[in-house]
């Protein structure tokens, strides 16, 4: 059998209509995945140790050997679930280098009547590229304000209206503070952060502007990709001035319905920034169901450390909008307003 090996640009053009099987082990496929993929392991995470061990200790052929013995009494089904999920007889599959994991399946599925094509160089070419890729310069507007001022909101209005934007904290899921986590399912690690960037980015024209919210290197748990940070961080950033007042009615409504015990955790991760004093006040205004005091505390300590990352950016790159209003339409049109005098 004669293995159909496809460069990574065509491969995920054809894996848009036809089913993609990663046939890597769970836990490889759990830590970072093309998006859309469906695992079916030849080897699950102890079988590929045993044969991991067997190739360094005695070579190729003793490892092909043990591979066979562990998979050979579940082939049946690997190939009964490739046949259920292939379309027009068609299936595509990638290993991590694209070597005898994939082509062992790819082989399975030809028994089975399957058309199956193979990623030349397995997820590593896809990881090359996706890093590429997103490392590319685009045209990015950068939305900066201090925490509260709706700028989640803000871009969804955006995109509702026909702009172009990617949600960093929705594919981190996170919304990026200490208390980021709450009500968020868990984050993805940081490579399937850049493999579901990817899949955002590859769907607006790169000569389109995009529009990004103002994030740390880090969104909770998850790094971004270093190429596209320093593409934000050389973007203009169109920076809504709020004062705490304003901000305070929509916090308190987001986190005032969340346990106390979820609140006293989140703030004890940044004890060491808030001080001492300021901790305990913390804590004993959410204990006390003061919420807008407890938030007051941690928005002293936000909005010093944001202020001073604006210092660090280029300062032609910013771009102030004053508001004494929480509203998101009347904020957007004000934020899209500056934004055309960014390209004339």
């Known amino acids: 059998m004669s293995i159909q090996k496809i460069n990574v640009i065509k491969f995920l053009e054809l894996a848009e209509s036809i089913p993609l099987i990663d046939v890597r082990s769970p836990s490889e496929f759990k830590f970072g995945h093309i998006p859309g993929a469906i695992n079916i392991p030849l080897f699950n995470d102890i079988e590929r140790a045993t044969v991991g061990r067997k190739y360094k200790k005695e070579g190729r052929i003793p490892a092909i050997i043990e591979g066979l013995k562990q998979t050979g009494p579940s082939m049946y089904s690997k190939l009964d679930q490739a046949i259920s999920v292939a379309i027009n007889s068609k299936i595509l599959v990638h290993c991590w280098r694209g070597g005898m994991r994939s082509e062992a399946m790819a082989w399975l599925f030809s028994q089975g009547g399957i058309e199956t094509g193979v990623l030349d160089g397995g997820y590593k070419s896809y990881r090359h590229h996706i890093l590429e890729s997103i490392s590319e310069k685009r045209k990015l507007i950068v939305l900066g304000g201090m925490t509260g001022s709706s700028k989640t909101h803000i871009l969804k209005y955006l995109k ?80 809504l001035i709020m004062d705490v007042k304003t901000r305070l009615p929509r916090l308190l409504k987001e986190y005032s319905t969340y346990p106390a015990d979820s609140l006293k955790t989140s703030i004890l991760k940044i004890s060491k920034r808030l001080g001492g004093n300021n901790t305990q006040d913390a804590i004993y205004a959410v204990e006390s169901r003061d919420f807008a005091r407890a938030i007051e505390i941690t928005l002293y300590y936000y909005d010093k450390a944001y202020l001073f990352g604006l210092k660090r950016k280029p300062q032609k790159n910013l771009i102030y909008i004053e508001t004494t209003s929480d509203d998101i339409e009347s904020n957007a049109l004000k934020i899209l307003h500056a934004a055309d005098k960014l390209e004339r």
């Open 160 to 239: 509702d209206h026909g702009q172009k934007v990617v949600d960093l904290e929705g594919i981190a899921n996170h919304k990026g503070s200490a208390f980021g986590s709450l009500g968020q399912p868990p984050q993805p690690s940081t490579e399937q952060f850049s493999n579901l960037l990817f899949n955002e980015l590859k769907l607006i024209r790169s000569d389109l502007t995009c529009w990004v919210e103002d994030e740390s290197r880090n969104i909770g748990s998850v790094f971004m990709p270093d190429g596209f940070y320093l593409n934000m961080q050389n973007s203009p950033v169109i920076v």
